[in-house]
């Protein structure tokens, strides 16, 4: 598997040069880019073709659901989420995301069954157990679930109880992600949280009772009061509890698209520097006790489907992370959520009571999208095979699309000269006939998201993405 560089002593001077803002890229093109003046009628057509392959086969997709409502707002959120202000409006918008499924059903045509549910937010648990079983029941009507399909579900710990556990089992989850973020009791209330540290013992103890061990951990680096000595107990305590997989995020600050992050800066927060000293220590600390890195920013044990699927050039990446099954079609259900499907993102209302007046009047409830051309979809397959595999074979995927890899990439490898000369990517197959294969190196890795943006078109390369204050710091 990918050997990572030492994060920690990695040359001051290529970090001071490539500390930018850019893109996640859990999708090409990436939302900020999406627009309300797509051809909705062109959209509803590509989405209406997806359906069928050859001989009739139809394909299955991937359902996620974006539940918005939490019990109360993090400091560091930035996602798409609101405080509850009263005990029904998750039910009543329940309601509404069913009524939506309704339509996407019809959108879709009969046959479609599902490989993958993911629920989000926002916090899914707010929905109670009541909710979330109604809910299931009606996805599985709609999409008849695949015998191996996976079901995941994002849960707070400190909103979570063992009669929703059970619940969550009975119904057919195969995977629950807890937003730990840290287990330092300062950092917590610094962004706003107040929690009962022996929480998630509890709660692992009460699945691994019933024989379930697929829980993984979401971690977060950056937040105020983090330090190398509170960082090191959190991933001790992290090894204590034994997770599956996990996910360790870097904190966006991006107050100017969240206000409510302007609350942490009266504290003073990590540098790049700091955080890349916090992946050093998880690297190690984590390589030690047998957790194998997958993708820029998760892990998992040795024996794990992640790991394999990246052994085996499966892995994928999408809105929900990575996963190991690429090229499903994505529905995205419920308020701010996005839809990837027949070459094409869509994107739903983020107005609550808009989005309810919209399915009512029997609408797919979208409000902006973007539709892909030949040279989106090959760009997009380019930063995927970066993200998941670390290299990338320009011809073979340019002839995917019908396109030449010498003109559809002259100036993106005019541009990616300087990161090959600091040694962060290798060049190889030179020849006229030959293949033209880029290979992130060992110190490149760390700069991946940069080696991305250099085949991002919608990015304004002359003015430099450092203008772009809608991303977050990619070190």
């Known amino acids: 598997m990918t050997q990572w560089p030492d994060l920690a002593n990695l040359d001051p001077e290529l970090v001071a040069r490539y500390d930018k803002r850019g893109p996640r890229y859990t999708s090409y093109p990436t939302a900020p880019h999406f627009s309300p003046e797509v051809d909705l009628e062109e959209l509803e057509q590509r989405i209406r073709g997806t359906s069928t392959v050859s001989e009739g086969e139809v394909l299955p997709v991937s359902v996620y659901v974006h539940?918005?409502?939490?019990?109360?707002?993090?400091?560091?959120?930035?996602?798409?989420?609101?405080?509850?202000?009263?005990?029904?409006?998750?039910?009543?918008?329940?309601?509404?995301?069913?009524?939506?499924?309704?339509?996407?059903?019809?959108?879709?045509?009969?046959?479609?069954?599902?490989?993958?549910?993911?629920?989000?937010?926002?916090?899914?648990?707010?929905?109670?157990?009541?909710?979330?079983?109604?809910?299931?029941?009606?996805?599985?009507?709609?999409?008849?679930?695949?015998?191996?399909?996976?079901?995941?579900?994002?849960?707070?710990?400190?909103?979570?109880?063992?009669?929703?556990?059970?619940?969550?089992?009975?119904?057919?989850?195969?995977?629950?992600?807890?937003?730990?973020?840290?287990?330092?009791?300062?950092?917590?209330?610094?962004?706003?949280?107040?929690?009962?540290?022996?929480?998630?013992?509890?709660?692992?103890?009460?699945?691994?009772?019933?024989?379930?061990?697929?829980?993984?951990?979401?971690?977060?680096?950056?937040?105020?009061?983090?330090?190398?000595?509170?960082?090191?107990?959190?991933?001790?305590r992290v090894l204590e509890l034994g997770p599956s997989r996990l996910a360790i995020f870097p904190y966006a600050h991006v107050p100017w698209m969240m206000p409510h992050q302007k609350a942490l800066e009266r504290y003073e927060m990590p540098d790049s520097?700091?955080?890349?000293?916090?992946?050093?220590?998880?690297?190690?600390?984590?390589?030690?006790?047998?957790?194998?890195?997958?993708?820029?920013?998760?892990?998992?044990?040795?024996?794990?489907?992640?790991?394999?699927?990246?052994?085996?050039?499966?892995?994928?990446?999408?809105?929900?992370?990575?996963?190991?099954?690429?090229?499903?079609?994505?529905?995205?259900?419920?308020?701010?959520?996005?839809?990837?499907?027949?070459?094409?993102?869509?994107?739903?209302?983020?107005?609550?009571?808009?989005?309810?007046?919209?399915?009512?009047?029997?609408?797919?409830?979208?409000e902006r999208g973007i539709l892909l051309d030949a040279e989106d979809e090959l760009r997009r397959a380019v930063i995927m095979s970066l993200l998941c595999n670390f290299w990338v074979d320009l011809d073979a995927s340019a002839r995917r699309f019908g396109l030449d890899w010498r003109t559809a990439f002259a100036e993106d490898l005019e541009r990616l000269q300087p990161l090959v000369d600091d040694g962060l990517v290798e060049r190889d197959g030179l020849g006229e006939e030959a293949g033209y294969r880029l290979t992130i190196t060992t110190v490149g890795l760390a700069f991946v998201r940069l080696v991305c943006m250099i085949f991002d078109r919608y990015l304004d390369h002359a003015a430099g993405p450092e203008t772009k204050q809608r991303y977050s710091r990619t070190l």
């Open 67 to 236: 539940v918005p409502y939490c019990r109360r707002k993090c400091l560091y959120c930035g996602c798409h989420s609101v405080a509850i202000c009263s005990e029904n409006q998750p039910s009543e918008y329940l309601d509404v995301v069913l009524a939506e499924l309704a339509l996407w059903h019809k959108q879709l045509g009969p046959g479609r069954r599902a490989a993958q549910l993911a629920l989000g937010g926002g916090s899914p648990a707010t929905l109670e157990a009541e909710g979330l079983t109604r809910l299931v029941r009606a996805l599985d009507e709609a999409f008849v679930p695949l015998d191996d399909a996976e079901r995941s579900i994002e849960l707070d710990p400190y909103r979570t109880d063992e009669s929703l556990l059970d619940c969550l089992l009975d119904v057919g989850f195969t995977k629950l992600s807890f937003g730990i973020q840290d287990f330092e009791p300062d950092v917590l209330n610094k962004v706003g949280r107040h929690e009962d540290p022996t929480t998630v013992e509890r709660l692992l103890g009460h699945l691994r009772g019933r024989g379930f061990d697929t829980v993984s951990f979401d971690l977060m680096v950056g937040l105020p009061g983090q330090t190398d000595e509170t960082w090191a107990r959190t991933l001790d």
């Open 273 to 366: 520097d700091q955080r890349l000293g916090f992946y050093a220590m998880a690297h190690r600390i984590l390589g030690e006790s047998g957790y194998v890195p997958v993708g820029i920013d998760h892990f998992a044990k040795a024996d794990d489907e992640l790991i394999v699927a990246a052994r085996e050039h499966r892995l994928h990446r999408n809105f929900m992370g990575y996963t190991t099954r690429p090229g499903l079609d994505l529905v995205g259900l419920g308020v701010s959520a996005i839809s990837d499907l027949g070459a094409a993102y869509a994107q739903n209302l983020k107005d609550t009571e808009v989005y309810r007046e919209r399915v009512e009047a029997r609408h797919l409830a979208l």
